[in-house]
T-cell receptor, first 116, second 115 residues
Framework: DGGITQSPKYLFRKEGQNVTLSCEQNLNHDAMYWYRQDPGQGLRLIYYSQIVNDFQKGDIAEGYSVSREKKESFPLTVTSAQKNPTAFYLCASSIRGDAYSYNEQFFGPGTRLTVL | AQSVTQLGSHVSVSEGALVLLRCNYS??????LFWYVQYPNQGLQLLLKYTTGATLVKGINGFEAEFKKSETSFHLTKPSAHMSDAAEYFCAVSVTTSGTYKYIFGTGTRLKVLA
């Protein structure tokens, strides 16, 4: 079955540590996205990538970093510079991310990050 | 600037009653509109989408939405609520900036279904 996998499902981090969240898709989609979800705030875009080896900052990129070395993989690193990282993180993909804005996004199951 | 407003962060309905979740958008160009559902601790699943053509859009699980340009609305409805409909629902609009597109999500409406 095609889809998006995220790991781990739950992640605990001590203050000052960097952590990396995994996102893998086998849908052969060009575009991938990372969102942060906080209660009552909906989804906010952290980073997105339209194509391999290219990515752009979203609305709340500070304290995060990404890479896109392979089409199917888009890992997110939460650095110690992110002051309030406790949240639910969602990875998504779409067939393409250019001007064809009617493409829906497919979401992974999410990773819940808690800072201790 | 494009935006999405969902009226009511929490909605409660009785099982078998009509479900109505409200979504209004602002957009300077014809929008593409989406409704997603999220069950606890899970990702989002597409319910339905409006791109062009028929303004009444049917989705999965008996949901439908009507695009009303004059009211800038895209409300989600279901004639008869089921207990399994309890979840959080997100309205989204896609926008194109600098040759790429991204979604703008509403803040979500949590639906509670009462037995």
């Amino acid at each position: 079955d095609g889809g998006i996998t995220q790991s781990p499902k739950y992640l605990f981090r001590k203050e000052g540590q960097n952590v990396t969240l995994s996102c893998e898709q086998n849908l052969n989609h060009d575009a991938m996205y990372w969102y942060r979800q906080d209660p009552g705030q909906g989804l906010r875009l952290i980073y997105y990538s339209q194509i391999v080896n290219d990515f752009q900052k979203g609305d709340i990129a500070e304290g995060y970093s990404v890479s896109r070395e392979k089409k199917e993989s888009f890992p997110l690193t939460v650095t110690s510079a992110q002051k309030n990282p406790t949240a639910f993180y969602l990875c998504a993909s779409s067939i393409r991310g250019d001007a064809y804005s009617y493409n829906e996004q497919f979401f992974g199951p999410g990773t819940r990050l808690t800072v201790l | 600037a494009q935006s999405v407003t969902q009226l009511g962060s929490h909605v409660s309905v009785s099982e078998g009653a009509l479900v109505l979740l409200r979504c209004n958008y602002s957009s300077s160009v014809p929008p593409y509109l989406f409704w997603y559902v999220q069950y606890p601790n899970q990702g989002l699943q597409l319910l339905l989408k409006y791109t062009t053509g028929a303004t009444l859009v049917k989705g999965i699980n008996g949901f439908e939405a009507e695009f009303k340009k004059s009211e800038t609305s895209f409300h989600l409805t279901k004639p008869s609520a089921h207990m399994s409909d309890a979840a959080e629902y997100f309205c989204a609009v896609s926008v194109t900036t600098s040759g790429t597109y991204k979604y703008i999500f509403g803040t979500g409406t949590r639906l509670k279904v009462l037995a």
